[in-house]
């Protein structure tokens, strides 16, 4: 049961890596669209504040502004998805944890009780006696 949990801990250490690399991605590519937003609604500006306003420039830079706004929408939604699941993996491994600690507490009772575990128990081991059940290591 702990190696399971212990693997469980594993895939949700990874996967915490994965969301984060994959939040600084987002992160990034996000500041790189406010740029070109800014960007181009500068050169907008400029191009309204000379008068020289054309059509087809106009319709072009409000066509780029709103794919840049959907691309930078939808990446604040990932990224708050990706900050949700962050929060979710860490919790859970805080459960994890307090429950791996737990165990190390009653394996530390238990042991003080007996006068002492061998340590070739191992994880069957601990399990085994946080379920009061004997480990046929025990008579070692």
């Given at each position: ?130 379920r009061g059940i004997p480990h046929p290591c025990s008579r070692c």
């Open positions: 049961m702990l190696e399971m949990r212990d693997v469980y801990m594993e895939e949700d250490v990874y996967q915490l890596q994965e969301l984060r690399q994959q939040l600084d991605q987002a992160s990034k590519t996000c500041r790189i669209l406010q740029y070109r937003l800014r960007k181009a609604e500068r050169r907008s500006l400029r191009v309204a504040q000379t008068g020289q306003v054309a059509k087809d420039v106009s319709v072009r830079l409000h066509n780029e502004l709103e794919v840049v706004e959907k691309k930078r929408i939808r990446l604040e939604e990932e990224n708050e998805d990706l900050r949700k699941r962050l929060i979710e993996t860490e919790l859970a491994k805080q459960v994890v944890q307090n429950e791996m600690d737990k165990l190390r507490e009653v394996r530390g009772t238990r042991e003080g009780a007996r006068g002492g575990v061998p340590k070739a128990l191992g994880v069957a081991g601990v399990l085994a006696l946080h």
